[in-house]
């Protein structure tokens, strides 16, 4: 009976393509004939252990891996992603400085001073601009058209509780924003905050260099010059971005100082 259980055993692992089967399998299969015995250590390769437990015709044999696989990862990043993270996480940050500047109001009608806004619509804040459509018919109108009329007044009072300074116009339908010529005071305000939204963007850029200044001192295995080189490629892409905010700057300050 041994021999015929052994057959069956061998005979049904034979039937799969997997050249690895049988050794997967009948080691559990001579396990309920063999007395136990002390078996010692081995080194279960990685294919073995992952066509384990599949097709085998042993007895309450259950569906797993027989052995866990450990592979060793080394934490050490590879130069190119060192430079390749920092560069995305730089543009990252003019993206997000470029977007601030657009919800700087100026004295000209822009949809995108509403891009901060929020509304609280049934029950959840939700961006003004994904249950409305914002248009501008002339240099100092936007004209907001919300996709549900039933939100008109939630949008209303979202916008008189924002930092705009500006009173909506309600008809019930759509609502206007008039947009007024800006004080000398108020130019004064915002070419400050314009001033400060750059140095902050700039402070982020170079948190993204310090980072990655840390990632190449802890690399192994390569030559002082490569690093020597890796760090003033850095330094270049941080000049680069920072002379892209200066000009981002620039450009607000100039809509900012248009009568």
Known sequence: SRAILLHRTTVAANRRDDPMSLAACAPRALSTLLPARRAAPTTVPARAANVSGRGCATAGATRGPAARVVFAASDQADPEEIEMDAEERMQKSIDSISGNFNTVRTGRANPAIL???EVEYYGAMT???TIANATTPDAQTIVIQPFDKGAINDIERAIMMSDLGLTPGNDGNVIRLIIPSLTADRRKELAKLVSKLGEEGKVALRNVRRDALKSIGKLEGIGEDEIKTL???IEKLTS???TQVDKLVKEKEGELSKV
């Open 115 to 117: 891009d901060r806004i």
């Open 127 to 129: 961006p003004l601009k």
């Open 231 to 233: 760090e003033a490629s």
């Open 240 to 242: 680069g971005y920072v």
